[in-house]
Antibody
């Protein structure tokens, strides 16, 4: 069974930083593209970033470029999202996703990032 | 960027009704990477349809997808109580991948 378990969400001040983690199991992690999707409270879904199998290709939505960094550790079956210079508009549930064929085939339950002073 | 516009934004329907949700893209999708997701309140989204019309494993056959170019449709042939949720379309034709704003299906 595919499992994706996010962690690292927290209450952070504007301008702060944190790292989200996603522990993957139940599939061959190194063979899968992975990504992050977020959902602000009461709002829709927004793709944030994705990464290819060996970490050599990374893509970001424009609003996070230069502030967010996606990475992975295939030896640890883990995906990460480093978030810097947090803004109020970054407050959201962040979902870790395993890609299928150009879709988000599996989702974790999400981790909540709150931005407030 | 490819903009995604869903209609309607919300609808009320009864159990047994046929429901159709439309997704229009701002550019023609040269590759058939148009997907649909269902999200119930308090839960993570779930993939329903991928590649315009392919049913994800385990998804009931009352769900179907169709379309081409800039116009795509999700159809629920006979609405069931467990189908009341919000539905999102999403394109993976080109980066940035984008979602529609969602369609909330409510009980009439």
């Amino acid at each position: 069974e595919v499992q994706l378990v996010e962690s690292g969400g927290d209450l952070v001040q504007p301008g702060g930083a944190l790292t989200l983690s996603c522990a993957a199991s139940g599939f061959t992690f190194r063979n899968s593209w992975m990504g992050w999707v977020r959902q602000a409270p009461g709002k829709g879904l927004e793709w944030v970033a994705n990464i290819n199998r060996d970490g050599s290709q990374k893509y970001y939505v424009d609003s996070v470029k230069g502030r967010f960094s996606i990475s992975r550790d295939n030896a640890k079956n883990s995906l990460y999202l480093q978030i810097n210079s947090l803004r109020a508009e970054d407050a959201a549930i962040y979902y870790c996703c395993r890609h299928g064929n150009d879709n988000f085939e599996y989702w974790g339950q999400g981790t909540l990032v709150t931005v407030s002073s | 960027d490819i903009q995604m516009t869903q209609s309607p934004s919300s609808l009320s329907a009864s159990v047994g009704d046929r429901v159709t949700i439309t997704c229009r893209t701002s550019q023609s999708l040269s590759r058939t990477y148009l997907n649909w997701y269902q999200q119930k309140l308090g839960e993570a989204p779930k993939l329903l349809i991928y590649g315009v019309s392919s049913l994800q494993s385990g998804v009931p056959s009352r769900f179907s997808g169709s379309g081409s170019g800039t116009d795509f449709t999700l159809t629920i042939s006979s609405l069931q109580p467990e189908d009341f949720a919000t539905y999102y379309c999403q394109q993976a034709n080109s980066h940035p991948w984008t979602f529609g704003q969602g369609t909330k299906v409510e009980i009439k």
